[in-house]
């Protein structure tokens, strides 16, 4: 049997666009800026969730509350940055390798 180079060609685009499926939201944007996967996990596989400590390495709580002020009116008017909840996990709304979710539509309304 022989593979013809177009059909090839189009298995190989569709196992490549398939390897970068699972990299999405917050993993997307990290993989963008060539950032290897062992930045927040402790292993190059992954397979475990990222602890608060791990991001708040690189984004500074303060910053991230001054950001979250400029786009209360997305989140009738709270600021996702400065919950109600302490040690509420940025893996709630962030999923890392899925999209994100607004966590506090939960209660808040949808």
């Known amino acids: 049997m022989k593979l013809s180079p177009l ?3 189009l298995a190989a685009a569709a196992l490549f666009s398939f390897s970068f499926a699972e990299a999405a ?3 997307e944007k990290h993989a ?3 950032m290897p996967c062992t930045v927040c996990h402790q292993a190059p596989t992954g ?9 708040v390495q690189c984004h500074n709580p303060d910053q991230l509350k001054a ?3 400029k786009i209360k009116p997305k989140f009738d008017g709270l600021n996702p940055h ?6 509420l996990s ?8 899925a999209p994100q979710e607004n ?6 309304g949808k």
């Not at 400065?82 to 040690?87: C, I, L, T, V, Y």
């Open 7 to 9: 059909f090839i060609g």
């Open 25 to 27: 939201g917050v993993a």
């Open 32 to 34: 963008a800026k060539n």
């Open 47 to 55: 397979g475990q969730d990222v602890e608060y400590t791990k991001c």
């Open 67 to 69: 950001a979250g002020e």
């Open 82 to 87: 400065a919950p109600h909840f302490e040690d």
């Open 90 to 97: 940025c893996l709630e709304c962030h999923k890392g390798h």
């Open 103 to 108: 966590f506090c539509a939960g209660c808040h």
